[in-house]
């Protein structure tokens, strides 16, 4: 017998009338699972980012999850829940991590990650070659350190070119309301499944009168179109680096 998923069951009806809200949260979540968001085997935000993601309380993020459990589509292990969907594995250690800075050394550091479909910073709008007061997908990145420290953030847009050769990017754009979370932790990847190699170049700079350093980091594909323009500030002072290298596209 053919397993069966929240996507192919008819939603239960609720006391009012309409769907249960836990399931509504799986639903969205097998959503995300399936456009690669979360890749096959890689460990689940916890409870309370999912809450937070969701705006629901962490009791409906635990039925949702048991609704996924059921299904086979969510295992739960001394790790925690991951997803279990078929799927490429995730991507090696030596893959360009997105936004650029998002790995953070702290295990409690707390993320924040939305997208908005807007006029990007001028900088990036000429980098990108979009004309004055064109809107694109923007993602803004915010982590911090427990203790409030180690804070780093983040701003990417994203070109036209990138928003049409990219299914999994264009699909962010009904969704960039500047509210839900937006975890696109494989955005280099999708791009390499759509046939782009990627080069990129990283530069790294203090910030004046701050104790911080700004990394720029421009991503163009094989044909010298932009891709994607990233603003990384951190908290730390070392000393101007630049450096480039290639990732060519999938298969």
Not at 47 to 67: D, I, K, M, N
Not at 72 to 89: E, F, I, Q
Not at 226 to 247: H, M, N, S, W
């Amino acid at each position: 017998m053919a397993r069966t998923t929240p996507h192919d069951l008819p939603l239960p009806e609720s006391e009012h009338g309409g769907d249960p809200l836990y399931w509504r949260v799986a639903t969205r979540l097998l959503g995300e699972l399936r456009d690669g968001t979360v890749p096959p085997g890689e460990r689940l935000p916890g409870e309370r980012q999912l809450a937070g993601h969701f705006g629901v309380s962490r009791e409906t993020v635990r039925q949702a999850l048991e609704v996924l459990r059921r299904d086979g589509l969510v295992a739960t292990d001394r790790r925690g829940s991951h997803a279990t969907l078929p799927g490429l594995p995730v991507e090696t250690a030596s893959s360009l991590t997105f936004p650029v800075g998002a790995r953070s050394t702290d295990a409690y550091a707390v993320d924040r990650t939305t997208v908005t479909w807007e006029t990007p910073p001028p900088e990036h709008a000429e980098a990108l070659g979009l004309a004055p007061h064109r809107q694109t997908l923007v993602h803004r990145y915010e982590s911090a350190g427990a203790d409030g420290g180690g804070r780093r953030t983040a701003v990417t847009s994203f070109s036209a070119v990138a928003l049409s050769e990219v299914e999994e990017l264009a699909r962010y754009r009904d969704r960039a309301d500047g509210a839900a979370s937006a975890q696109l932790r494989r955005a280099y990847d999708w791009m390499r499944r759509a046939g782009l190699t990627l080069h990129h170049r990283d530069s790294i700079t203090p910030l004046a009168d701050a104790p911080s350093v700004r990394v720029r980091r421009r991503v163009h594909d094989q044909y010298a179109r932009p891709l994607e323009i990233t603003d990384l500030v951190v908290d730390a002072q070392p000393d101007a680096l630049v450096y480039e290298f290639t990732l060519p596209a999938a298969g």
